[in-house]
């Protein structure tokens, strides 16, 4: 019986070699994952699939699971953790907190003055058209001036080890509860793994949140009240919404909950309406407010925009955002980053064509099958064509797709997302991932939570990371600190701060617990028991 | 707290006493059915489910059976009130509201949930004992966590108020169906048998301790009915609820009760603790009856002051004429 790593070869889709998490070379462990590699590999394969199976039990008895085809299945999380060393995260927060900035600044110009409109670095064509511009968030100020409370920002890495941007994600970035529950789930299943390797944590994320929302509260309010909105159980995030507002301690309210009065937002509470002053929406734009926009939306408040017009509520995120997130804006931001911060891209982004431009469009008409196409609107990987996979059917209609509606499509050179090892039956194999950092703003600093959810996918060679589309998920390790731990030495690398305290005073020490009754007559018994010998003895004696 | 979570958790408390109390009673009935002759299975099948509120028009009452007495009140889904249906609505409520109660208690319900199929298969397979078994388990897992998880705050209340509002009811049906059970209209005198009526309600070994003689009418009337300490007597659960009813709104005018619910409460208390027992004894059906029907009249009261939210709107648009 061999390893868990036998047979693992490192994958070139379409010819390219990509970038493998795990290894720099066949059979070679990169220097931050050699200790990883090892004791996976001393691990016995039947072993992992014990921990295989204690993982689904646990995630399907708490109710993380997700529907798929009517059957309820448990939140795959892939148990081979993904590890990114500190520095090179280092790079990628910094990446993700300048472009939450940049994004920012943005947003405030397009509901607002419109600077970058006047000085014709974003064309107006491109905000006016599209779906997500609100004219209903237009001169909305937020009182701590932040839209983008939470945001998460889709990095790739390609084959050359960089990462490059993929998306911006600033309307509702789900998935952050995830990257909670696996990492518990990891620290039960995989103990031993945590001993040696000192990981940052991600615990922190949901007093972050709070402390941001607290901080976003219209500025008259001395301590506001904070609500979660879902849509309700269906919703396929509902785990998360109910999970944040937990670990918030804050209400988890439905539209039905909430109710608008004079431009004020109050819920019904069984002591009555109790005012809301933060509503962190994990609700689209378009279901918000039936008063504004889709006026058949039965899980909105109508209202609620109204009432954060007048600076009676804050909405987080912001009406509106989908502007800046839009898969065309995409294209612009190393010149909005440009613009704003007067800095260069820490992140790269992925080279993009805008279809709508003559010439590029007849590049990409010319070299669809090296292409990876995008429908502007979609989300959840619906819609994508990845040009080497596509048949000639395929891309014949895309063809004539773009050519009659440019607008709606983007083309993007195709990038060899990196691998990294992931259980494929008993064994390892390599699949293709991406990783979503989250970042949080709260008005003076922008946090990014240390990893992310990495997303992996699961059919041989595809390059959809989405979980709509069947992808998996990866416990994501910021590790600090790449000295080898002196193996069989176990937690003393971890709790340095112990190791640095003065030994305890003896009266400091925590008496013993009191023993009850049943331990004395223990004692009793067997001082009774040695009694009744010697008498028996010396009646022996005695005859 | 938010109205539609405390009503979520009022019925998570009614739903799980309901399942646990349905096995009970079935657990003792099933037992006595397979005794009865067979003459009598029919009749005794008929008021057992009468007693438990539901209506049976598809088969005549001679050809219903223990076993299938014991599929429509334990396994039947489409039964609004089976075990297995107060099971299921138990976790959907509880899905509801999980981030109000404790995740161990959430766990407790949805792991139940997905323990269900295989308990349910086997219960069908002629071992309704195991199934009953598994209930109580998790209902008394559930209580427990309850008990050491939750804050005594309003969330508990609520949750403790559904408990004892369900307790009490299905107490009186236990009680109701011993009655049916002796009375000599149905084919032939049964007593009813008592030590096992309270032993279904975990309450015969309680009860010896307390009388220190085996049950009969009186004393077992009285101790299901009015004892003071016992955590399954009406007078107890009726007694939690209203505490739990003070609680939530202490304050008092200065005559009379405001609240409705309370009030109803209240009132079916004292007249059971200042009756002397024959009395109930002698007008047993009639008095379960008023119990049950005041405990809805308080659930509805309850309702209607605490659980007001309204259900989704739909808002259409006005046609206007610049509009496409």
Known sequence: MGDLFEGYTLARPYGRPAWDEMFEAEGIPRAATQMLHDALQALPPD??????????????DRGITF?????????????????????????????????????????????GPGRILEDRVLPRRLVTSSAHFHRAAWGIEPPNGVRVHVAGIDVVRGGDGRFYVLEDNIRCPSGVSYVIENRRMMARIFPELFASHRVESVQGYPAKLLEALRASAPSAVADPTVVVMTPGVYN?????????????????????????????????TVDGEERVDVIYRRVDDDFLDPLHFRSDSIVGCPGVVNAARAGNVTIANAVGNGVADDKLTYTYMPDIIRYYLNEEPLLPNVATYRLEDPDQLAHVLDHLDELVLKPVAGSGGYGILIGPQATELQLAHARHQIATDPRSWTAQ????????????????????????????????????????????????????????QGGGSKDTWITVGSDPAPTGIHFATRSVSDADSPPREASERAVRPEAGPAWDERERHHQQQQQQQQQQQQRIRAC | MLSRIAEGLFWIGRYMERAEDTARILDVHIHHLLEAP????????QSLLAIMGVEIRDSAPKELT??????????????????????????????????????????????????????????????????????????????????????????????????????????????????????PEHGRDRQPDWAMLLRSFSAHEAFLRSYRREPEPVTAVEFLLLD??????????????????????????????????RRTLGHLRTNLEFRRVDDLLEDLPSVLVAVQKGCAAASAALAARYFRYTNPIEWSSEVVGVES
């Open chain 2, 66 to 183: 223990a076993r299938r007495v014991t599929e429509i009140l334990a396994f039947d889904a489409d039964n609004p009130s089976s075990i297995v249906s107060s099971l299921l609505a138990a976790r959907a409520n509880a899905r509801g509201v999980s981030e109000a109660i404790s995740s161990e208690m959430w766990e407790a319900l949805n792991a139940t949930y997905n323990a269900l199929p295989a308990h349910l298969e086997l219960g069908r397979r002629n071992v309704p004992y195991a199934f009953f078994r598994f209930v109580r388990d998790r209902a008394a897992m559930v209580a427990g966590l309850s008990e050491s998880s939750m804050s005594r705050d309003d969330a508990w209340r609520f949750f403790v108020l559904g408990r004892s509002l369900e307790r009490v009811d299905m107490l009186t049906r236990l009680l109701s169906s011993a009655v049916v059970g002796s009375d």
């Open chain 1, 413 to 468: 050179q195709l990038v060899a997302l990196s691998t990294s090892p992931t259980r494929v039956g008993d064994r390892l194999a390599p699949r293709h991932l991406d990783l979503r950092p989250f970042a949080i703003n709260d008005g003076k600093d922008i946090w990014v939570l240390p990893g992310g959810l990495t997303r992996v996918a699961l059919p041989q060679g595809s390059l959809v990371v989405n979980s709509s």
């Open chain 2, 228 to 261: 003071r300490l016992f955590p399954r007597s009406v007078f107890w659960a009726l007694s939690t609820a209203e505490d739990c009813l003070a609680e939530l709104d202490p304050r008092l005018g200065r005559a009379g009760m405001p609240d409705e619910s």
């Open chain 1, 47 to 60: 072993e992992f699939e014990a921990r295989c199976a204690a993982r689904d039990r646990s995630f399907t």
């Open chain 1, 236 to 268: 396929s995030a509902f785990f998360e919404h109910s999970f944040l507002a937990r670990q918030m301690g804050v209400e988890l309210v439905e539209g039905r909950d909430l109710v608008c009065r004079s431009g004020r937002v109050y819920m019904r």
């Open chain 2, 38 to 45: 067979v003459t009598s299975e029919g009749q005794l099948c």
């Open chain 1, 67 to 111: 529907q798929l085809s009517g059957e309820e299945r448990p939140f795959p999380l892939d148990l081979i953790p993904r590890i990114i060393s500190a520095n090179e995260w280092a790079l990628v927060a910094a990446g993700v907190a300048q472009r939450v900035r940049a994004l920012e600044a943005l947003l405030s110009d397009l509901y």
